[in-house]
């Protein structure tokens, strides 16, 4: 009796073109909301440091958004945004992203010294000069590892949209567990480990080139 491989390499030769646009349809779906998560982060996170008072409700209410069950609020946007549709699925994504940012960015800030913000007014900063040259590198860190939570995050997220018609790699899932074939299913897992793992590189690379202090102060 002839045992069906784990793995069919020749299909995958032959499926190949549709992979690849299944996978290209897949980062666009989890950068997206990442970049506009962030785009929506920084400013919110600001006026968190600036007006406190703020920062609790708007916390609040995005915690309340991150609980809620993905594939749910997918379903809840098809009426507005369309049955499969990229709009469908990075909608919820970039407020899920936006929980994560909002507290990274305001605790990025915070974590800035007293004493480093007081010599830099000495020194005749102005508020925005301070901001960009002294209190948001400082901050870097502290800011991306949020934006590492939120990318792995996204990335994994967007398979579940598949449900609703539109989830990139997510649709190898569906696929293979319809036919009980399960090539389909390793092959989307792999390449979705991947992405999460590149993406999380290049953020570490980014910190590294953005806060070349720290590469000094190891070697010291």
């Known amino acids: 009796m002839h045992e069906e491989p784990l793995v069919r390499w020749d299909?995958?030769?032959?499926?190949?073109?549709s992979i690849q646009v299944l996978l290209e349809d897949h980062v666009v779906m989890a950068l997206v909301p990442i970049v506009i998560g962030l785009l929506v982060a920084?400013?919110?996170?600001?006026a968190g440091v600036r007006w406190r008072w703020l920062y609790q409700p708007t916390v609040g209410v995005m915690n309340v958004i991150y609980s809620l069950p993905s594939l749910a609020v997918f379903i809840v946007l098809i009426p507005v945004t369309g049955l499969a549709t990229r709009t469908t699925v990075m909608v919820p994504l970039t407020f899920y992203a936006m929980a994560v940012l909002i507290p990274a960015v305001v605790d990025g800030l915070t974590s800035v010294p007293d004493h480093v913000r007081?010599?830099?007014?000495?020194?005749?900063?102005?508020?925005?000069r301070r901001l960009l040259q002294v209190e948001l590198?400082?901050?870097v860190p502290v800011v991306l590892a949020g934006l590492r939570v939120a990318a792995v995050s996204s990335i994994s997220l967007v398979s579940v949209g598949a449900l609703v018609g539109r989830g990139g790699l997510g649709y190898l899932f569906i696929d293979g567990w319809q036919?009980?074939?399960y090539t389909p299913i390793i092959v989307?897992?792999?390449?979705?480990?991947?992405?999460?793992a590149i993406a999380d590189l290049l953020l570490v690379l980014a910190q590294r080139l953005l806060t070349p202090w720290s590469r000094a102060r190891g070697a010291a």
């Not at 299909?11 to 073109?17: A, D, K, S, T, V």
């Not at 010599?119 to 925005?128: I, K, Q, R």
Request: aromatic share 10%; proline share 11%; no cysteine.
């Open 11 to 17: 299909w995958i030769g032959r499926n190949w073109p």
């Open 118 to 128: 007081q010599s830099a007014v000495a020194m005749g900063f102005t508020p925005l």
């Open 42 to 46: 920084l400013p919110l996170g600001l």
């Open 188 to 196: 989307g897992i792999v390449l979705v480990v991947v992405l999460a």
């Open 179 to 181: 036919r009980q074939f």
């Open 137 to 139: 590198p400082i901050a």
